[in-house]
């Protein structure tokens, strides 16, 4: 069974810190890019950070850069988002994504695409 799986969100003060692990079952992880999206209530899907599987390039947002770092363990199928000095404004529900794409910058900028694998989510509260 293709399966991606969230975990690691919660709830955190501004300035803090999460890390969100992506597992990946059912499919050839290492031949497929990952990305991670969220979607804040009332607003559209947004890329947030992108990682190739080809060759480590990675994409991230305006919004994101310098405080979020993307990385995956291909002998553990696992993809990770570490978010450091989290803002209220990143508050969303953070999705963990796959496509087998050389292309992440455009696959990351549109917000994914119809073709993705993608998993349940995982929420992320950044308050005091």
């Known amino acids: 069974q293709v399966q991606l799986v969230e975990s690691g969100g919660g709830l955190v003060q501004p300035g803090g810190s999460l890390r969100l692990s992506c597992a990946a079952s059912?499919?050839?992880?290492?031949?497929?890019?990952i990305g991670w999206f969220r979607q804040a209530p009332g607003k559209a899907r947004e890329g947030v950070s992108c990682?190739?599987?080809?060759?480590?390039?990675?994409y991230y947002s305006d919004s994101v850069k310098a405080r979020f770092t993307i990385s995956r363990d291909n002998t553990k199928n696992t993809a990770f988002l570490q978010m450091y000095n989290l803002q209220p404004e990143d508050t969303a529900v953070y999705y963990c994504?796959?496509?087998?794409?050389?292309?992440?910058?455009?696959?990351?900028?549109?917000?994914?695409?119809?073709?993705?694998?993608w998993g349940n989510g995982t929420q992320v509260t950044v308050s005091s």
């Open positions: 994504r796959a496509l087998r794409t050389w292309e992440i910058h455009g696959w990351c900028r549109r917000g994914g695409s119809g073709m993705d694998i």
């Open positions: 059912g499919f050839i992880f290492n031949s497929y890019a």
């Open positions: 990682l190739s599987s080809r060759d480590g390039s990675t």
